[in-house]
């Protein structure tokens, strides 16, 4: 009788600890927070821009997409660039290639603007991906 009771605490002790974790209650984080999208730039224009990072919304994404080659000036999206080196991140990320379809079909071959004070088309493109690929996120990078 006593093993039996030992028994049904255990399991019972298992299954409340399962249900807290699956249900850790509602949050307001934003969505951003809660896809884990691994880092999409290169390592040489991240340290190039890092040291120092610049300041404000625009330049240092700016930086990374100038050193990146992603712009052909200020304003003007190399697309062909941008978007081979998506495809390119997406063979290297597995799971990755519904979410890198989406951003090259809503931020690369659609004109976007996400209305800083300033034009930043760098900023624009950049902001329009991790909409996107938050819209894909594979259920395995999805941590809320």
Same mark, same amino acid.
């Given at each position: 009788?006593?093993?039996? +009771?030992? %028994? ?10 399962? %249900?807290?974790?699956?249900? $850790? *209650? ?14 999409? @730039? ?10 120092? $990072?610049?300041? *404000?919304?625009?330049?240092?994404? =700016?930086?990374? %997409?100038?050193?990146? @080659? +992603?712009?052909?000036?200020? =304003? ?18 597995? @799971? ?8 090259? =079909? ?19 493109? +950049?902001?329009?991906? *991790? ?14």
């Amino acid at each position: 009788m006593i093993k039996l +009771f030992v %028994f049904i605490c255990l399991v019972s002790a298992t299954y409340a600890e399962l %249900f807290l974790q699956r249900n $850790k *209650g509602a949050t307001l984080k934003p969505l951003s927070a809660c896809c884990d999208i691994p880092e999409l @730039g290169n390592s040489k224009p991240l340290t190039e821009c890092s040291n120092p $990072k610049l300041p *404000g919304p625009c330049n240092d994404v =700016q930086c990374v %997409f100038e050193k990146s @080659g +992603f712009l052909i000036n200020n =304003q003007t999206l190399n697309k062909d660039t941008y978007r081979t080196h998506l495809r390119q991140w997406a063979e290297n990320h597995k @799971g990755w290639s519904e979410a890198v379809e989406k951003a090259i =079909q809503d931020c690369v071959d659609k004109e976007l603007r996400q209305y800083l004070d300033q034009p930043c088309k760098a900023y624009d493109v +950049f902001t329009c991906t *991790g909409i996107a690929m938050i819209k894909k996120c594979p259920k395995e990078a999805w941590k809320c």
